[in-house]
């Protein structure tokens, strides 16, 4: 672990003097977006990864610029990361180095050879190094919006002589939770999670230049597109693809998930209406477990509160699933324990039976998806209000 921090720290005070000698590329060399696909090894690595190839043998240079850099040993990372303000930066490294990194996560690695002229090449090369300045490297990053596959977009875009023409055939009906959920389909708590947090801005149909978010979409569209120039010829985008590295089933393998998301909650479901049958045949009524279930409910919902209203991510407000899980429903738990509240317990659970009542019905016309496992949730508190109601008639 030490070589790898001295072989980095070496790098980043290294490579500044070596750009500083060399102010242009040479004629034969080429810029490449590597395109690598996507690993089980962490939550960020389901997507993918973007980065920029700069070979220049003449210069004995061939390194990656990575726009991908966080540190999340950084205080308050989670925190930071939920409210939408964790800053990414541009990092250097060498290709090598960065094609082992993703072969032994067993990635493939695809590269995308621009056809560039030499004058473009040279601007992409001193927009990075600018960009690389210590002043400049930092960003504010954003999943849908501002990553390392977009800036890999806009580099180019801004940088030709003319404009670049994608192919319209690739654009179809997808959200962005489309998107998203496709890259987690292996992983249904994190989809789960996903649709929890993510608000009705996911729903909505992404552009085919806003799919460029995920580097396989990326690649897609650079794949099939073409250089409209000033004088109105056209050229491919992209000269040649290589492939540097091929998925690895072995290395990059990921168990089938047996407990999933909806299996948990149709069970929680069972078990409460089976306790609340129990208790209705026997005229009895557990308080305490109202008052666990609606607890962690209110927690949930102050979380989703949070994000919805204090984080400034794009895509979490408005979410529909405040609806049934806000923080009221602390309220609703503290007033089951406490005697003389009663009668205000009663009022809670009645006008929180009818809201999920109307919910589930109503879903169909809310313009945000449902996964599928909310509805034995919603259910379950559904019952335990029911019940709460019914008492208190009786």
């Not at 990372?77 to 290709?95: Q, R």
């Not at 806009?154 to 940088?159: D, G, K, N, P, T």
């Not at 169909?364 to 109601?389: D, E, G, K, M, W």
Request: glycine content about 4%; charged content about 20%.
């Amino acid at each position: 672990m030490r070589k790898y921090v001295l072989f980095f720290l070496l790098l980043a005070f290294i490579f500044p003097l070596h750009a500083e000698q060399m102010k242009r590329l040479n004629e034969e060399a080429e810029i490449s977006v590597l395109i690598s696909g996507p690993s089980h090894d962490a939550v960020f690595t389901l997507y993918g990864h973007a980065a920029m190839r700069i070979n220049d043998p003449g210069n004995k240079l061939d390194v990656i610029f990575n726009y991908g850099i966080f540190d999340d040993s950084k205080s308050n990372f989670i925190y930071n990361f939920a409210k939408g303000e964790t800053d990414y930066k541009l990092g250097v490294t060498d290709f090598l180095n960065y094609l082992i990194e993703y072969q032994m996560r067993g990635s493939s690695v695809t590269e995308l050879v621009l056809n560039l002229t030499t004058e473009e090449k040279n601007r992409i090369w001193n927009a990075l190094l600018i960009n690389y300045q210590p002043e400049n490297r930092g960003y504010r990053y954003n999943f849908f919006f501002d990553n390392c596959a977009t800036r890999m977009a806009i580099l180019v875009e801004q940088h030709i002589d003319g404009q670049v023409i994608y192919n319209s055939a690739n654009q179809n009906e997808d959200t962005f939770r489309d998107l998203i959920n496709y890259c987690t389909r292996e992983h249904k708590w994190q989809t789960f999670g996903c649709d929890l947090a993510l608000g009705s801005p996911t729903d909505r149909i992404a552009t085919l230049h806003e799919k460029m978010f995920l580097p396989q979409y990326l690649e897609e569209a650079f794949i099939t597109a073409k250089i409209r120039s000033t004088d109105g010829t056209t050229k491919p985008l992209v000269k040649k693809t290589i492939s540097l590295a091929k998925f690895d089933p072995e290395i990059n393998n990921y168990p089938k998930e047996w407990i999933s998301p909806l299996l948990c909650s149709i069970l929680l479901l069972l078990t409460i209406s089976i306790i609340t049958w129990l208790g209705w045949r026997k005229k009895k009524y557990s308080k305490w477990l109202d008052f666990m279930l609606f607890t962690v409910a209110g927690i949930a919902g102050c979380i989703l509160f949070f994000l919805s209203f204090i984080s400034v991510h794009p895509a979490v407000f408005p979410n529909w699933s405040l609806l049934w899980l806000h923080p009221f429903h602390l309220v609703g738990a503290l007033l089951i324990i406490v005697k003389r509240f009663t009668k205000a317990a009663y009022y809670y659970h009645f006008i929180n039976f009818v809201a999920l009542t109307l919910l589930l019905p109503g879903w169909f016309i809310i313009p945000q998806h449902l996964n599928i496992a909310f509805i034995p949730l919603i259910l379950t508190l559904l019952i335990r209000s029911a019940y709460v109601v019914y008492r208190h008639k009786r």
